[in-house]
């Protein structure tokens, strides 16, 4: 077995990282995987394979990027830390299909990096993300309307629950409704906490979005149909009339009539609507408010 098979191992990590004198970042959200059944699952369920060039955020020592490197035809990872540049050219020296962007994520032009790092290849993304950006990071993947097939990450197990859960549900936030509004979500398998080093003080789960060909189509002004949606879920199990009334500041007899021109219930709760019916209300409401 070469040295990049044994990278989950955790005696092989340690000895990797004590050699470089690297220490784990708390704030990076350094957490690395040590289980050796759940980088090749990602990989697998996350399209690396021929055709494909994947975008990988947060590399580690690459444990993931390795398994994604084995499978498709080119890996492109950013990875923030300067630290781990020399032990990623030792890990993944055997691989000739990987490039290291040594970047913040948040900071990389997605659309010029997959437009010059993949020509011809469909791409998607695979991740098991710093958690303290998991919102920002989906969002702003989904948000560019970047040329992806599908968005595969490690996430929180709370915060998976709440991006993959159905519209509507009990579950859903305004993160629910976005993700549904560009992609298939889909809660592919959960990962406890002692699978990674350090563990963290959560379990994790894997979640997979689907990138729509087509977003619902019907929406007046998307911009304001996103704030509608931020708003109504501004004050958790209040009434719609009431959160999106104090989260646009708007006239709350103004949001009731719109509620009721879309041909909803005068009490009804955010989490109580479909997509179809959120798109309804936000139109009926921007018209009156004169928005978009
Ligand atoms: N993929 C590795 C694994 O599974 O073992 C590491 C995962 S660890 C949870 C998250 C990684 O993301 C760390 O290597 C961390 O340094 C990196 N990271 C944190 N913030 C980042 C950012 N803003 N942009 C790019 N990488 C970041």
Do not use: W
């Not at 989906?138 to 998976?160: F, N, W």
């Amino acid at each position: 077995m070469s040295v990049t098979d044994k990278l989950s191992n955790i005696g092989v990590i340690k000895e990797i990282l004590s050699r470089h004198g690297f220490s784990f970042s708390k704030s990076l959200g350094q957490n690395f995987l040590v289980n050796p059944s759940v980088c090749p699952r990602i990989a697998e369920l996350g399209n690396a394979k021929p055709g494909f060039g994947i975008i990988e955020i947060g590399t580690g020592i690459g444990v993931l990027t390795n398994e994604l490197a084995k499978r498709a035809d080119k890996v492109v990872a950013v990875e923030i830390d300067e630290r781990l540049m020399p032990v990623l050219a030792e890990t993944l020296s055997e691989h000739d299909n990987v490039k290291i962007v040594n970047a913040d994520i948040m900071e990389v032009d997605l659309a010029e990096l997959i437009k010059n790092e993949f020509g011809g290849l469909e791409v998607a993304v695979c991740a098991n993300l710093p958690y303290y950006i998991t919102s920002p990071v989906i969002m702003r993947l989904l948000e560019e309307r970047l040329p992806i097939r599908s968005i595969t990450v490690m996430v929180q197990k709370e915060a998976g629950v709440r991006l993959c859960a159905p519209m509507p549900s009990r579950d859903m936030g305004a993160v629910t409704a976005a993700v549904h509004y560009f992609s298939e979500p889909e809660l592919l398998f959960n990962v406890s906490r002692g699978s990674f080093m350090p563990p963290p003080n959560v379990d994790s789960c894997v979640v997979r979005f689907n990138i729509r060909e087509k977003t619902p189509e019907g929406v007046r002004d998307e911009a304001f149909f996103f704030r509608t949606v931020r708003a109504a879920f501004s004050q958790r199990r209040k009434t719609l009339a009431n959160s999106a009334a104090s989260g646009l500041s708007a006239d709350k007899a103004v949001v009731s009539a719109a509620i009721e021109k879309a041909g909803l219930p005068a009490a009804v709760r955010p989490e109580q609507l479909t997509m179809e019916q959120f798109i309804a209300f936000a139109n009926e409401l921007g018209e009156m408010l004169g928005e978009g």
